[in-house]
């Protein structure tokens, strides 16, 4: 069965402080692995894909086929980082996405 | 470009009845999903459409269903509501190809009494 599991549903951090939020996938597949933000007050949004291997705010994020993981990772946080992250998964062009529970992201001044 | 807009943003409704939310996508997407987000189970896949036909469907009893229209507009219904329906449910929007780069609507939160 496809699943994404995010074991934290609260992360709290001192601004410039590292962060990494985990997620852990299950698919028999080749996933593609995406993570989405949702800033308060704003729409849930693309924050990066796995594919793309690409830093956006300072965000990066690494597919470990081994360990089935795609943490994300920022080395300082800021408190404009602050938001709900949501890890998702697709496969097999199934045009859907699995989504984690979600992980709140609190940076503290 | 305006984003995905949903309408209605709020709606309460009795157990039994039926309902209708709507979906415009952004403007030259002919992709449209639908997600039910509840704070027990998350975001979930109810459905996607492309060019008026569904490529995929999620795990929801029938009593949920959509369709979309030649201008990619998409509506969703829920019959017979319960009260475990209560939701918001989120459409997104996207070129066509899946690329997993969806852009959501705000949202069109249900609460079944």
């Known amino acids: 069965a496809q699943r994404v599991t995010q074991p934290e549903k609260l992360l709290s951090v001192f601004k410039g402080a590292p962060v990494e939020l985990k997620c852990n996938y299950s698919?028999?597949?080749?996933?593609?692995l995406f993570w989405y933000v949702q800033y308060s007050r704003q729409r849930l949004q693309l924050l990066l894909r796995h594919i793309s291997r690409e830093s956006i705010k300072g965000f990066t994020a690494d597919l470990n086929k081994g360990e089935t993981s795609f943490h994300l990772k920022k080395p300082f946080a800021q408190e404009e980082d602050s938001a709900m992250y949501y890890c998702?998964?697709?496969?097999?062009?199934?045009?859907?996405?699995?989504f984690g529970s979600g992980t709140r992201l609190l940076v503290r001044p | 470009k305006a984003g995905v807009t949903q309408t209605p943003r709020y709606l309460i409704k009795t157990r039994g009845q039926q309902v209708t939310l709507s979906c415009s996508p952004i403007s030259g997407h002919r992709s449209v999903s639908w997600y039910q987000q509840t704070p027990g189970q998350g975001l979930q896949f109810l459905f996607e459409y492309f060019s008026e036909t569904q490529r995929n469907k999620g795990n929801f009893p029938g009593r949920f269903s959509g369709r979309q229209f030649s201008n990619s507009r998409s509506e969703m219904n829920v019959s017979t509501l319960e009260l475990g329906d209560s939701a918001l449910y989120l459409c997104?929007?996207?070129?066509?190809?899946?690329?997993?780069?969806?852009?959501f609507g705000e949202g069109s939160r249900l609460t079944v009494l």
């Open positions: 997104a929007s996207s070129l066509g190809g899946f690329t997993g780069e969806l852009f």
């Open positions: 698919y028999s597949g080749s996933p593609e």
């Open positions: 998702a998964l697709s496969g097999d062009s199934s045009y859907k996405l699995i």
